[in-house]
């Protein structure tokens, strides 16, 4: 009996330590920040208003990105955004099937500055998508 308890044990402590190193990524640190953005529409035809906005993102150290942006003038709705991040480089993906596509580089200071392309008129639309240009500074509280 105690050969098997010992053999039982022996077991659970391999089955341990080699799960160890996924239990330590699934913990592993994330960064939220937040900002406020600024997109302006550069086609089909470029427009004089600006579509402002706030966006918090969270970034794990992975690259994974996950978050929110809600529009200033529908300040009630929370959008989600996934998407990732690498070697300076962020793609996001805002709304439920990714209405809004965003590439953008961090700078200096953690500015987001990019394009973006509304995906949503590719679909059974003749009409070319609208595009823009992307920015999103870090919000001070």
Known sequence: MTRTHAAILGALAA????????????????????????????????????FTGYLRLTVSSDGIVQGWYMQDYYQSRFIPVTGSSKDGKLWLSIGDSGQLQINADVQRGGKLVGSAVETSRLLGSMQA???????ASPKTT
């Open 129 to 135: 998508p609208a595009t823009f240009d992307f920015v």
């Open 15 to 50: 089955a341990a330590m080699l799960a160890l190193p996924f239990a330590s990524s699934a913990a592993q640190p994330q960064i939220a920040q937040n900002y406020t953005t600024l997109l302006t529409q550069t086609g089909p035809a470029a427009e004089v208003n600006a």
